[in-house]
């Protein structure tokens, strides 16, 4: 049984109701979940709005102590955590426990060590008066994550706001509720206290909806789909609620022909079907320098077929199952589009032969992909990536941009004056060249268009965890004459 965690342990619903949770690589049950509504995230923020003033009254730095404790225990605990995110999810064993476990001790030391490194510069101060600025934390911080990296996605959003001294009420996404659950427990042992981080479990429209709408709850952190961002902004700005949001993304990765090409096709493989291409930079769209396309597409459909799908335990397998028979039948439903578009396809769109339990899919690659397709401009979160030609730079650069999403973009090109040029060019929040993905707190990005608001990452986004406030002193003793 998987338990909301509020005030410091794990409840029960209000209402005595549950939902199952699935092992997305077998389609077996593999846990009953309390189904949150409206009374028991009520319960949650007012266990985090009592929690607030204290927390926030920590001094920075003894937050910053707590949540490398927190940092230490998960590294403690990462066989665990990797493994009940592997259920969860499908994620694979191995990158959980190589890359997103560590990866989230590195964004909570991040974050504890700049808890205490905020600055507020303010203008000279005139004699008779001192003006200063001070950033404060918001409150209770909604967030809202989805399924994809849960324990990643819960991790950026929690490592910045418990740093400000927010408190904070996670709804996690329904199809993976374990290990945003065993944080929260592990938060506890580090010593934060009881109230700062509750989880409610549920789906959007109940539990989901009941955070947006409560009046204490002071900022929506959201990550997930376009759609659902662009609804809970429009639900945020009637309230005057700021929200930030995280939301889908649709990169290009653009192949040049002086690249190098045999690493700019593994790289274009892992940037676009690595974890299914469920990640919001995924490169569906790969553009292609003309004289190179025969040359590129065989080995990107050769290196596609050879992906292992299968038990994500298997150290030998490459990629899990998608995460649930929903998104199987959407992104199934995307390949369907695609041939019907007269996208080619070249590899991929069924379920493997030899995977007949879980919601396995075969790496897809569709050539002769147009800005016309449906394809081309809907975000599929799935292993579906599409190939399209382009004959000069300012043509690589207009398809490139040619999206309503913003998020990242990729290429790869030799010649340094071009490298400055197009990455200049791209209209993305994050720029990879010579290289797939890569996230580091260090960096920060913005995210533009579609793909959502707010800074991410790097010290700036602490700014989205708190609020400035200005303070007038006048030590005059006078006050500007109004009525003599
Ligand atoms: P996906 O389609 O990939 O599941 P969603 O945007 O639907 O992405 O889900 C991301 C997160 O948003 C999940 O935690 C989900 O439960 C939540 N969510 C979905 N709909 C709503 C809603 N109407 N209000 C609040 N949260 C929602």
Redesign the pocket.
Known sequence: MINHFIDGKGVESISGRTFLSENPATGETIAEVARGDAEDVDRAVRSADAAFLDWSRVAPAERGKLIYKLADLLMERREEFARAESEDSGKTYRSNLNIDVPFCADFFRYYAGAADKLRTPVPNNEPGIHRYAVREPYGVIGA?????FPLVMATLKLSAALACGNTVVM?????TPATVTMLAELAIEAGIPAGVFNVVH????E???A??QHPKVKKIA????????K??GE?CGRMTKPALLE?GGKSANIIFADADVEMAVNGALQASLGNNGQFCLAASRILVEESIVPRFTEALVERARSIRLGDPFDASTNCGPI?SQ??FE?VTGYVEVGKSENARLLTGGKRPDHLKKGYFLEPTVFGEMTPDMRIWREEI?GPVVGITPFRSEDEAIALANDCDYGLGAYFWAKDVDRVHRVSAALDAGLVFVNMPAYMTPIMPAGIRNMSGTGQNFGLEALENYTKLKGVYINYSGRIFPWLK
């Not at 809202?144 to 994809?148: E, F, G, K, M």
């Open positions: 809202i994550a989805p399924w994809n709804k996690m996404a329904e199809q549920g789906f959007g429209n539990a989901g909806q955070l947006v959201f990550t997930g789909s376009s759609a659902i961002g609804l809970l639900q939301m995460i929903k998104q959407r979160f």
